[in-house]
């Protein structure tokens, strides 16, 4: 049975809105947040430290007229140099190294994954796949709450990178090369990811919603995700099916059970359950799926999609056909 999408809109929380590295919500984001306020505490330390270093040194030479210095004055202010401009951020600069290491070490994928999750960056939207169960999405990975999802990343254009502050840190998707990163969360709820790598015109546009759920929900997601599209059920569903393929959307989409098996934008088997449109950029209603097919370089400047002249009969057709995607 489909997942309906409002059962998703429920599990959203303040960090969809509000990502911060701060709020960790799962074991390796929290150790990247002990690591992070270590370094902030320590920086704010040396700053208030050099700040009341400069003000004494101001306030010490206030109103002085003598411009030889005597020699235990040069030799005193070659030991601050030597204590505080070498010494100290020798001390600093090893102790972030190790805590850096011992967070690193730490920082290991374990062994027991849930599920392996392949996901390709693509200028500006996100292609999952779950290679295990031939299911294939975009713009949203689901996982179940305390379980493991080992993250296989690649890009099919030019290098991004991928961040969930609630829930890892970034990791950069290289064209040719994969990189790994693990995904967990403690609570479910809807987490914020981004493109954190300069990417091209529509970069901050390029954002992937995380969805933890609690297992029992994802496995009826997954077991819905494994079917192919719905049989068109009434009129109305067929005439949007027969527009689709009647226009050259069918040639840059796949709607697996169905003749459209393109591969150049996002799989739309399900597009109907998804939370987002355009990589994240927009709320999935049918004004935002009518408009984005009817103009998408209007709502994302600089995309791929072209847009596809058609009446309007042959627009609310295939949207509603889409809509009834779940």
């Not at 058609?310 to 056909?321: E, F, K, N, P, T």
């Amino acid at each position: 049975m489909p997942v309906p999408i409002y059962a998703l809109l429920q599990l959203r929380t303040y960090y969809d809105r509000n990502p911060s590295s701060f709020v960790a919500l799962s074991p390796h984001a929290r150790r990247l947040a002990s690591l992070g306020m270590a370094m902030t505490v320590a920086g704010t330390i040396i700053f208030l430290v050099v700040i009341g270093i400069m003000g004494w040194g101001l306030w010490r030479r206030r109103g002085a007229t003598e411009t030889i210095r005597e020699p235990a004055l040069a030799v005193s202010e070659n030991r601050w140099v030597l204590g505080g401009g070498v010494l100290m951020p020798v001390i600093v600069l090893v102790g972030v190294f190790l805590l850096t290491l011992s967070t690193l070490h730490a920082y290991q994928a374990p062994d027991n994954a849930v599920d392996e999750v392949e996901v390709i960056g693509h200028q500006w939207w996100w292609e999952v796949i779950y290679p295990r169960d031939s299911v294939v999405t975009a713009d949203e990975i689901h996982l179940p709450v305390g379980g493991t999802i080992r993250v296989r990343l690649r890009s099919d254009d030019v290098i991004h990178s991928l961040w969930s502050p609630n829930l890892d840190g970034k990791t950069d998707l290289i064209p040719g090369q994969e990189n790994t990163m693990v995904l967990e969360a403690d609570s479910a709820g809807v987490y914020r990811a981004q493109c954190a790598e300069f990417c091209g015109k529509q970069h901050a546009n390029m954002a992937l919603s995380i969805v933890a759920e609690p297992p029992a929900m994802y496995a009826r997601w997954l077991a819905s995700a494994k079917v192919p599209a719905q049989p068109v059920k009434n009129e109305a569903q067929a005439a949007g099916l027969a527009a689709f393929l009647g226009h050259s959307c069918a040639y840059c989409h796949t709607i697996a059970g169905t003749p459209a098996s393109g591969h150049v934008g996002p799989d739309l088997t399900h597009i109907g359950s998804r939370l987002t449109l355009a990589g994240g950029t927009l709320p999935n209603t049918a004004g935002n799926l009518g408009g984005w097919i009817a103009n998408p370089d209007r709502l994302k400047p600089g995309v791929k999609m072209p847009a596809v002249p058609m009446d309007g009969a042959s627009l609310q057709a295939i949207v509603q056909y889409l809509e009834s995607l779940k």
